[in-house]
């Protein structure tokens, strides 16, 4: 079996253990040289996300399997993957699931903000948009998502590439497997901590954290700032060591 699908198998795995996958669907695609692998249709339930070789479609950069039989087999999204594909020469990988946390977004079909340092660290804009004004999974959705992710990248070649689909779910395409793996998961967390950053805003202890005549609970911060400790400077923190990459 080829890497590429062993570590499909891998992140598969993860995403159902990690309760980001369910049964009714989702699937995933990568680059291999000239062909694209992508999970065959149904798989997700016949199988629980515990793919072997056998779960797995090769075709062509067209969209046409290499073996013409498993044509019919292609997952339901296969048009967007190859669309995306062939928009962007330095996606190597796709993901679209349903992770549980923003599903909420989705099925309000709302834009997710980014509210975590790490999403906004691997380059997504303020916002994940949500596509709400085409059918669900039809070509004319594809179209516009890969027009909305070539939107992004002329904006800044390094932007992260997903957005949500209304009712069902997210896409993500990474430059391969474990990049989009990542983001996928990043974007999960930013999700999760908006909700609990609404639970936090709504408790009292928020409230009475926020009120300006409330004393720092830690002590004085002046005070604990003036604490005397070592001088010490660090090796990274000297001015004549080059510190760039190679
Ligand atoms: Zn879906």
Not at 109 to 132: E, G, Q
Not at 177 to 197: G, H, I, Q, S, W
Request: proline residues 2%.
């Amino acid at each position: 079996m080829s890497d590429t699908k062993k570590e499909m198998i891998k992140y598969a795995k993860i995403f159902y253990k990690k309760g980001m996958v369910d049964s009714a669907g989702g699937n995933l695609s990568a680059r291999d040289k000239d062909k694209i692998f992508i999970t065959k249709r149904d798989s997700s339930i016949n199988r629980l996300w515990d793919y072997d070789e056998s779960c797995f479609v090769e075709a062509k950069l067209s969209g046409e399997a290499v073996i013409k039989k498993m044509q019919p087999l292609m997952s339901r999204e296969s048009h967007l993957h190859f669309r995306i594909f062939n928009e962007f020469s330095h996606v190597n990988s796709i993901f679209h699931i349903h992770p549980r946390y923003l599903l909420g977004f989705a099925s309000l079909k709302i834009d997710m903000p980014i509210v975590t340092a790490l999403a906004r660290d691997r380059l997504f804009p303020s916002h994940i948009k949500c596509i709400r004004d085409e059918q669900e999974n039809t070509i004319s959705e594809s179209i516009a998502i890969v027009r909305y992710f070539k939107y992004l990248y002329n904006n800044s070649p390094d932007c992260g590439l997903a957005c949500l689909l209304s009712g069902h779910g997210i896409v993500v395409a990474g430059k391969n497997l474990k990049d989009t793996f990542m983001k996928v998961e990043v974007l999960e967390n930013n999700a999760r901590t908006f909700y609990y950053m609404q639970l936090i805003e709504q408790s009292n202890y928020y409230k009475e954290f926020r009120r300006e005549d409330s004393k720092d609970i830690y002590g004085d911060w002046d005070h604990i700032q003036r604490t005397g400790i070592k001088d010490v400077k660090l090796y990274f923190e000297r001015e004549d060591v080059d510190f760039s990459i190679d």
